[in-house]
């Protein structure tokens, strides 16, 4: 008698928090997990020994959304109206506290050093969405754009800027269209390129270039009954997929990035600003303004918000690149893998399914929980070393100059002292942080205040 096939379980479960799971993200490049919950607390595990190292009560509300930035900063969403940027590197987790919050604690849990704050909206349940600045002056990666709905009108985005904390924009892409129910942004050496999904089931692609100083609507399309509840870019930028409180997920074609031409030598980021007036009337010979007009030259004015109009000379894309109807409605948390190849859903049918990005066929159902999956994550394919690991690894690796002539490790050809690299084993600790390093793992967050840690295909 054929017995039947065990069902695919979690590697680990992570126990601890004492409301629902909103938000999961690998950061650290994947040695550490980070969780936030509907209390607003955020719990950072160490996943070579699945255990937490850092706790504390990021927001007074519910977490939204969180991600990393960089080695050492991480950034949270809260319900709080609050977005903060922390700094927390590993060497910082030895001052923070490690008591969970389904734990009874005495003592308050000290917070990480905050970086910026910003006040933003959270009335559409809507987290935010970042990516690197690359068309700002500083190192790669040391600037981020961060979209978030707007604080007064909620059709409407906001686009921050950090560290500067400046709001560059405020886009409305329509006014029927309902609510911003997720945003994703992404930017390129040509422009900026902003996807909404909204409270009506619309998705809608807008680009912005220098050049033009507006924003070009380059795709819409409604394929969905329900509000868009996720939406994802892929790696390569060549598609984005979408879900929603309906049982349909739709792949949608990327806007073609416009190649820009620079004319100007200088920064051709933003529009260039017009001359003031001061240096205008002294080019002129004209009388030099009062005091009071220079003071007042120097308060700050709000940022003029390029307008929205659709695409001039080309057609606006309307038809997506593949519907598929799951038959499961309310899959939230949409993720794609940093190879492209899969993504994830959570489900509020307390699965989570594991879907081919090129065909959006269905390839696994992973079932533990027992109340609806709010968040998944995964983990980076193969993330690339910094710079801290390469010294230490050359370090580690480097042949012991001074080395006896009597050591085995040493030989003596021809009157010269040849020296051969001593083989250095790998410590328990060191073959954990490699095998976490290199799963393919999935995190899921569940209404049941757990998480559960897989490692697929």
Not at 345 to 361: E, F, H, P, Q
Request: include cysteine; charge should be neutral.
């Amino acid at each position: 008698m054929a017995s039947e096939a065990r069902p695919v379980q979690p590697k680990s479960i992570l126990r601890g928090h004492k409301a629902q799971i909103h938000a999961t993200a690998f950061i650290h490049r994947n040695e550490r997990l980070a969780t936030g919950d509907a209390d607003g607390f955020v719990v950072v595990w160490d996943l070579t020994i699945m255990r937490p190292r850092a706790v504390w009560r990021a927001h007074t509300n519910a977490i939204l959304g969180i991600s990393g930035w960089g080695p050492d900063k991480i950034i949270t969403h809260g319900r709080d109206n609050k977005l903060i940027v922390w700094k927390l590197s590993v060497d910082d987790e030895s001052r923070m506290s490690t008591t969970l919050p389904l734990d009874p604690s005495t003592e308050s849990r000290p917070d990480p050093w905050m970086l910026y704050m910003l006040e933003v909206n959270t009335m559409n349940f809507c987290s935010f969405s970042s990516c690197p600045f690359l068309q700002g002056s500083g190192n790669p990666g040391s600037e981020l754009l961060v979209a978030v709905p707007n604080t007064l009108a909620s059709e409407a985005i906001d686009i921050y800027h950090l560290p500067s904390q400046d709001r560059r924009y405020t886009v409305k892409l329509g006014d029927k269209n309902g609510m911003v129910m997720e945003v994703s942004i992404s930017d390129h050496s040509s422009g900026t390129t902003l996807i909404a999904g909204y409270e009506n089931g619309v998705a809608i692609a807008a680009q912005f270039t220098p050049e033009s100083a507006a924003w070009t609507v380059k795709y819409r399309a409604q394929v969905h009954s329900q509000p868009i509840l996720s939406l994802d870019i892929s790696p390569s930028r060549d598609f984005f997929i979408t879900s929603s409180a309906d049982a349909t997920i739709a792949k949608h074609p990327f806007p073609a990035q416009t190649i820009s031409q620079k004319t100007n030598s200088g920064n051709s980021d933003a529009p260039s600003a017009a001359p003031s007036t001061n240096a205008t009337n002294e080019a002129k010979g004209a009388k030099p303004r009062s005091l009071l007009a220079e003071a007042l030259q120097n308060v700050p004015q709000p940022t003029t918000t390029p307008q929205v109009r659709t695409s001039t000379g080309t057609q606006v894309q309307t038809e997506p690149i593949n519907v598929v109807n799951t038959k499961h409605a309310g899959q939230q948390s949409l993720r794609i893998r940093s190879d492209g190849r899969v993504f994830a859903t959570a489900g509020w049918d307390n699965k989570i399914r594991i879907y081919s990005t090129k065909t959006l066929k269905e390839l696994a159902v992973l079932k533990w929980h027992q109340a609806g999956c709010y968040a998944v994550a995964f983990a980076e394919i193969d993330p690339p070393a910094d710079d801290t690991d390469k010294q230490s690894m050359s370090k580690e690796n480097a042949p012991e100059k001074t080395q006896d002539a009597k050591s085995p490790d040493a030989k003596q050809e021809s009157g010269s002292l040849t020296v051969i690299p001593k083989v250095i084993e790998m410590t328990v600790r060191e073959k954990r942080i490699k095998e976490v390093m290199s799963a393919h793992w999935l995190a899921a967050g569940s209404k049941d205040c757990k998480v559960s840690l897989w490692d697929v295909f």
